[in-house]
């Protein structure tokens, strides 16, 4: 279903034409169009739709009220930079292996690129760390690999 309302809202998304589209949806409406409770509209909307990936989310509550959804465009250093700040000191490996895919998807880094982070990224090499330790040095290290990349 999570698929199912990520792509409806893209297509939305894409009848814009433009690098800087929006959509905008009425979510009680949309959940009924879909076939769906409105809380997994915004369950879609707050992990699929994030400035980590390009998005920027806007909404007004009451009678009248919408959700706004507007993909920013940027150039590759900027992203990366925006990406990077975005971190924080701590990432696990589900949430960095989404962005390295985000990343393929915009076209923001090639292949090889993108397998290089998956690697850098995965659990295997942080297993002899203690649990806590992980997820500092996974983005130590990750924010590293895409500052290179943005050079």
């Known amino acids: 279903m999570s698929d199912l309302i990520a792509q409806y809202i893209m297509d939305m998304l894409e009848e814009d034409g433009s690098d800087d589209s929006s959509a905008t949806i009425k979510r009680n409406e949309l959940a009924e169009t879909i076939g769906c409770v409105p809380s997994q509209i915004n369950y879609v ?3 699929r739709f994030t400035p980590e990936q390009g998005y920027i989310v806007e909404s007004r509550r009451g009678g009248g009220g ?3 959804i507007t993909r920013i465009s940027m150039d590759k250093h900027t992203a990366l930079m925006h990406l990077m700040d975005s971190i ?3 990432i696990d490996v ?3 292996t989404d962005i390295v895919k985000e990343l393929l998807v915009r076209q923001l880094i ?3 690129a993108a397998k290089l982070l998956t690697a850098a ?3 295997r090499p942080y297993q002899s760390l203690k649990p806590e ?3 500092t040095l996974r983005a130590a290290i990750f924010k590293n ?3 290179t990349i943005a050079q």
Do not use: E, F, M
């Open 145 to 147: 690999l895409l500052l």
């Open 88 to 90: 924080g000191d701590s």
């Open 110 to 112: 090639d292949l090889p």
């Open 121 to 123: 990224v995965a659990d």
């Open 133 to 135: 330790q992980r997820d």
């Open 66 to 68: 919408y959700i706004k």
């Open 94 to 96: 589900r949430c960095a």
């Open 45 to 47: 909307i707050t992990s």
